[in-house]
Structure formats: structure tokens, C-alpha cells
């Protein structure tokens, strides 16, 4: 991945957008999701949503759902859920394809006869608007979030917000669930997920000390996975645990804001904090070790001197369904019994 493709996965990690609330008819909320009135778990509809900037009626469960957001067009095809079309991110950079849908989605979205119809994160409103939605979903904060158009997606449809970034994806889906009339299906996804993650661990002997998980930008610095956060989650359920070192000196990166997720440092305060012995590189996969083997500023980590690195894959930058399964697969798989 280049610099450029690579400061592309840290703005989906990190842009916070500023989200024009007074425009959007209500406050932010102090919860990371949506909460939707009991009339959707009980099948009755309409339904009111609360969410991040604003409060949406849902008439009928939805039917042609529109996803202004590439992490959350994810969430949507593993439920199931009736998306007809989608935003892109960056076409064709890694993990990514030539309509800027994830790789490790791609095939379901093409199999479920998803559209594209913008790419580059670039929002259009004629394309969204020609696909007759009767909801459209956007991400409150990340690099596909279109929060500012929040006003002007609502006179096409009803639109709800989901902040993805300050939650694990597992709260993302069982939210989406929520809004989409899907709750049921939510909840078997997730139990699918875990049986699944059971049986990985089962099969795999984990470091008895605490790994260090990052994404990695050559000559830039990385971005640090956070105890607590989404990556840090998917890690406990395999029975590893991240190492507890001192990240105080980072910061929220892209927009500057301290993050649930990852905290960003400088290269030289990355070379200082790498401390632990095994070492996962988020968004990575074989040729993300080679650079880092390559680096001469990284030559005296313990990863490397004696220690294990570990590629996540291409997905496991920004989590969902398919992409926590790839990352818990790639794990287990480096440490087999």
C-alpha cells in the first residue's frame, strides 16, 4: 500500500467530521449509536430513531436502503438487510475495488445487486436521490461520513446516522439491526460471530504476554490499537491481550480528537513504544512485514529481534461482520496449536 492509499486507511480511521447540528433538528448525542423505539423489535411500525444528529420517523420497515457509508454498507449485507446501492471509498486502493467497496464485501454486494453509485467518498445527490430510497443510512464521524449533508439527504428520505467510530462493530450491527427491523438477525449474526471465534480459539495457543497492535505508515508513524477498543475486542474473544504500554503522547490523529479506538503517534514515539514481543499490523498484509524489516528505525524492536510479527490482512483496519472473522482467521492461523 502507498502513502497515499495508506493516509487514505487512516482517514477512514480518523476524520471526525463536524456535523452541522442546528440544521439537522436536534443535539448530539452522548451515545455513539441510534436507539430506535420498541415498535421495531415488536415488528409494528412506524417507528422514531434517535440518533447522533437528529431524530428520524421510519414509516414502514425499509425496503430500498441507500449507504452513504462504505464501513456500513458492511453491517448492512451481513444482516441481510435490503441495500440496492452504495457509496465507494478510493477505488482500487488496497482492500479496496474498483468501485471503492471493500474487498472482503465486495462479492456479497455484487451477489445482493448492490450499486454504485459514487465513488472517492464524493456524495452525490442526484445518484442517491435516483435510487428512490425509503431510508438512507450515513456514518455520524469517520472518512465516509456525510454528516454535513445531513439535511439535504433527509428531504430524499428518511436518513439516520451511526456512529461507528466510538463503538465496536458488534454495537454497530445489533443499532443497524435496530433501525432496519432486523433485530433478530442482528443477534444471530453476532452469536454466529462468537461461535465461530469459540472454535479459533479453541485451535490456537495465544502469546502468554500482551501484544501490540498498529497501523503501520512507513516514515509517518502508526496508529496504536487501544485497550478497549474494537481490535482489542476481537483479540480478548481469542484470549489475547494488548500489552498496556504508554501511549500518553499520541493523539486522535486526523481531526486531533483522543479516540476510543487509536491513538496516534509520531515514528519516532512508535519506535519508543514498541516494547512487546508480538506485534499485529492492522490493515497488513506479508509486504507490510517486509517494510518493516526494511526500516532501519525499527530494527531494535522486540518484535523483531526474537519476537513475532503478524500480518491482520487488507480487512481488519475497519471492523465489521466479514472483516473481524478475517482478522480473528489470520490470527488463529499464526498461532496454531
Not at 438477525?185 to 485451535?203: G, P, R
Not at 514481543?277 to 517494510?291: H, I, R, S
Amino acid at each position: 500500500m502507498n502513502h497515499l492509499s495508506r493516509r487514505h486507511m487512516l482517514t477512514l480511521l480518523g476524520a471526525a467530521a463536524v456535523v452541522p447540528l442546528t440544521a439537522c433538528g436536534g443535539k448530539q448525542s452522548t451515545s455513539s449509536g441510534a436507539s430506535a423505539s420498541s415498535g421495531a423489535s415488536s415488528g409494528s411500525w412506524p417507528q422514531q430513531v434517535t440518533h447522533p444528529v437528529g431524530k428520524t420517523t421510519l414509516p414502514a420497515q425499509p425496503q430500498r436502503i441507500v449507504s452513504t457509508s462504505t464501513v456500513l454498507t458492511g453491517t448492512l449485507l451481513a444482516l441481510d438487510a435490503p441495500v440496492i446501492a452504495s457509496g465507494g471509498s478510493k477505488p482500487n486502493a488496497e482492500g479496496l475495488d474498483e468501485n471503492g467497496f471493500f474487498t472482503h464485501w465486495a462479492d456479497k454486494a455484487k451477489e445482493k445487486g448492490v450499486k454504485s453509485i459514487y465513488k472517492n467518498s464524493e456524495l452525490d445527490l442526484e445518484a442517491v436521490m435516483a435510487q428512490k430510497p425509503d431510508l438512507i443510512i450515513v456514518s455520524a464521524t469517520g472518512g465516509d461520513s456525510q454528516a454535513k449533508a445531513y439535511a439535504q439527504l433527509a428531504k430524499i428520505a428518511p436518513t439516520v446516522a451511526v456512529d461507528y467510530n466510538e463503538v465496536g462493530w458488534e454495537e454497530a450491527t445489533t443499532t443497524v439491526g435496530k433501525i432496519t427491523g432486523l433485530s433478530d438477525k442482528a443477534t444471530q449474526v453476532l452469536k454466529d460471530y462468537d461461535a465461530k471465534l469459540a472454535e479459533l480459539k479453541q485451535a490456537m495457543q495465544p502469546p502468554s504476554e500482551g501484544v501490540q497492535a498498529i497501523v503501520l505508515t512507513p516514515g509517518q508513524g502508526s496508529a496504536f490499537a487501544k485497550v478497549g477498543g474494537p481490535h482489542d475486542k476481537v483479540l480478548s474473544k481469542l484470549g489475547v491481550s494488548l500489552d498496556k504500554a504508554d501511549l500518553s503522547s499520541g493523539d486522535g490523529g486526523i481531526g486531533g480528537e483522543k479516540r476510543d479506538d487509536f491513538t496516534f503517534l509520531s515514528e519516532e514515539a512508535t519506535v519508543s513504544a514498541l516494547k512487546a514481543k508480538n506485534l499485529f499490523l492492522v490493515g497488513g498484509d506479508e509486504t507490510y512485514v517486509d517494510k518493516l524489516k526494511s526500516n532501519k528505525a525499527y530494527a531494535n524492536i522486540p518484535a523483531l529481534k526474537g519476537g513475532t510479527v503478524v500480518p491482520l490482512g487488507l480487512a481488519s483496519f475497519k471492523l465489521d461482520y466479514f472483516s473481524a472473522l478475517d482478522m480473528a482467521q489470520h490470527i488463529a492461523d499464526a498461532y496454531k496449536k
